[in-house]
């Protein structure tokens, strides 16, 4: 079995099986498989109606509560937003 980089780090909410951890927008950085939905190319710049649909945190998706944490954070929103507009445009 392979090691995952967290393996080796006690405090990691991925190595405390009794302890569920709280997603919280201090966490936005450790995301994965970030999908934006709602993005509408005749809103260029703006993209006004874009957010995060889907993500995953160590492992799991984010629940609806989650990615409403997610979406919240405008700045976050539009950065993926922005990177998944360019890999459209390759």
Request: glycine fraction near 2%; aromatic fraction near 10%; hydrophobic fraction near 35%.
């Amino acid at each position: 079995m392979s090691e995952d980089w967290w393996d080796n780090l006690p405090n990691h909410p991925a190595n405390q099986p009794d302890v569920e951890p709280e997603f919280s927008s201090d966490n936005l950085q450790e995301l994965e498989s970030v999908e934006i939905e709602g993005i509408d190319t005749k809103d260029h710049p703006d993209y006004c109606d874009a957010f995060v649909a889907k993500a995953v945190w160590f492992g799991r998706e984010l629940t609806d509560d989650e990615l409403e944490v997610v979406n919240n954070d405008s700045d976050f929103v539009y950065k993926h937003t922005m990177e998944h507009v360019e890999l459209l445009n390759d």
